[in-house]
């Protein structure tokens, strides 16, 4: 332990960020088309750490020229991720690890252990493959290959079953009833015009009806939450084609997203819709929609696989933020009393977004898969991860933080400068090995 209560290997000058923070780069930051998803190639493991500082993570490319101006995201073509980068360009370790992907994708019984290993360095762009590691990590695929294709059938015709259900409007359902009723009456020779009798006029399938199991009654208190992610839906990722626009392709994308989150809610009565969780749809949504197997349709089950792993409570959110605080104080304790003692800057100012948005709003798009391929990665699910990530975010800029005030500390935590992402990771993963002790 150094002094205030550092550890050594954090007294390395790799720990600090050279990022300016003008609004610039902050905006560069922001959009996805801008920068491919690890401007350098990720660092290779050190061997463990023993009472030596470790040497920086090697970079065997040069800094790559300052991005180009801001532009919007170009629409996907099949098979391929809008912004990501031509393969021929990826460093050899990114090709070696595509090829190892590619292996254990090609086996009869996927080895999720091997494959959580490998994605969790990040899955290499340009072969397509994102969309299938992540069903197979989320579960929603079967390990069995021979199994997918029965597999995605049962969960199609599910998926049509939940529209049926939870998407029909109550006209929809009184006309259908009418219908019945109209043939009913026929095969029973009453003689009926096509109009319900007044005794097939029920309570529940009148519009002003009150009653908890009627159709109408459920259909205006929908009304306000349908309310809510429409609005949300047409605010996600404005600057990206995929999700904004008026072309057809964004207004049907638009629709899927907005049909999947309607579903969520129904499925889920005990926390039905939150704000925010388009932003958390939108990396799922994208990725698999750009699935080269047009079979491989997506479904928005992974609430079982996924959501279910995360709190949504008031103290479920201020239970990890305190996680948070502490993973700081024992991996950095003068940066942590800087913050919450000196300058008083709480974690929930900051942390609140990152955590409950799993940090979809603070890198570019592409990036953001890329941190995704680590939470997704984690066998108990992604919150120590995403915790050690934003644990590591703080070490990247400590030297700025310490020399900083309430204001320009929270200015700097509320809008984080451009990274690396991989050398982010880097950083987040020795936390999971190192003790401040």
Known sequence: MGKKGVPEWLNSSIWSSSTSSSAATVAAASHPADRSPRSLPPPKPEPPVQAVIPEPPPSPRPAPPPPPPPREAPRPSSGTLSGDPNPSRLSEEDVSRQSQLLSELSKKVINIEELRRLASQGIP?????????????????????????????????????????????????ARRMEESCCQKNEELGSGGHG????????H??????????????????????????????KRTHPDMQFFNGDSSFAVSNQEVMRRIL?????????????????EILAPLFYVFKNDPEANNALLSAFRDNFCQKLDNSVVGIRSTISKLSELLKKHDEELWRHLEVT?????????????????????????????WDT???????PQET????????????????LAGDFTSNLKLLQNYPSTNISHLLYVANKLRGSSAG
């Not at 029965?150 to 049926?164: A, I, S, T």
């Not at 109009?195 to 029920?202: D, M, Q, V």
């Not at 309607?262 to 889920?268: G, T």
Request: net charge neutral.
């Open 125 to 173: 762009d340009g072969a397509g493959i994102r969309s299938t590691i992540w069903k197979l990590l989320l579960g929603y695929l079967p390990r069995n290959r021979e199994l997918w294709g029965q597999e995605l059938d049962r969960k199609r015709v599910q998926y049509n079953d939940f529209r049926e259900e939870f998407l029909v409007n109550p006209s929809e359902v």
């Open 195 to 202: 109009f319900l009798t007044r005794s097939g006029i029920t």
């Open 204 to 233: 529940d399938e009148h519009p002003l009806s009150l009653g908890k199991t009627s159709v109408w009654n459920q259909f205006f208190k929908d009304a306000e939450i349908i309310e809510q992610i429409d609005r949300d839906v």
């Open 262 to 278: 309607i579903i969520f809610a129904k499925l889920n009565p005990g926390i039905r819709y939150v704000q925010g969780m388009n």
């Open 343 to 371: 300058t008083k800057v709480n974690p929930q100012f900051y942390a609140f977004r990152w955590i409950t948005l799993l940090l979809t709003q603070e890198f570019n798009f592409a990036d953001s898969l890329h941190i």
């Open 375 to 381: 939470l997704l990665s984690d066998p108990e699910g």
């Open 386 to 401: 995403l915790l050690r990530i934003c644990c590591a975010m703080l070490i990247l800029v400590r030297r700025r933080l």
